[in-house]
């Protein structure tokens, strides 16, 4: 089993920045691609930021030029700075993951979430 353990959330003034990071545990597996989703209040699942093994990156309009979507795979770690950040990117940021694992072949998971509230 692999498990994603999200943290950085909180509370922030619009203009302010978070960094949230995501790791990665377990055993017998690599990352393929690591994304950041979010769901803001009432509204559907959406697609923030995605990094490939190799650091290739892709972002939603809404965030591109504030936030930044790194990993470190030597910690399978992936993490999203976020700064200027505008009310409107109040939401629960979730971990996604596609891992390659031995005997189980790609296999995709999610973190548990993490609240982001951004105030005007």
């Known amino acids: 089993q692999v498990q994603l353990v999200e943290s950085g959330g909180g509370l922030v003034q619009a203009g302010g920045s978070l960094r949230l990071s995501c790791a990665a545990s377990g055993r017998g597996f690599s990352i393929s691609t690591m994304n950041w989703y979010r769901r803001p209040p009432g509204a559907q699942r959406e697609l923030v930021a995605g990094i490939l093994s190799g650091g290739t990156t892709n972002y939603a309009d809404s965030v591109k030029g504030r936030f930044t979507v790194s990993r470190d795979n030597a910690k399978n770690t992936v993490y999203l700075q976020m700064n200027s950040l505008k009310p409107e990117d109040t939401a629960v940021y979730y971990c996604?993951?596609?891992?390659?694992?031995?005997?189980?072949?790609?296999?995709?998971?999610w973190g548990q979430g993490t609240q982001v509230t951004v105030s005007s």
């Open positions: 996604n993951a596609h891992v390659l694992r031995v005997g189980f072949g790609y296999v995709e998971y």
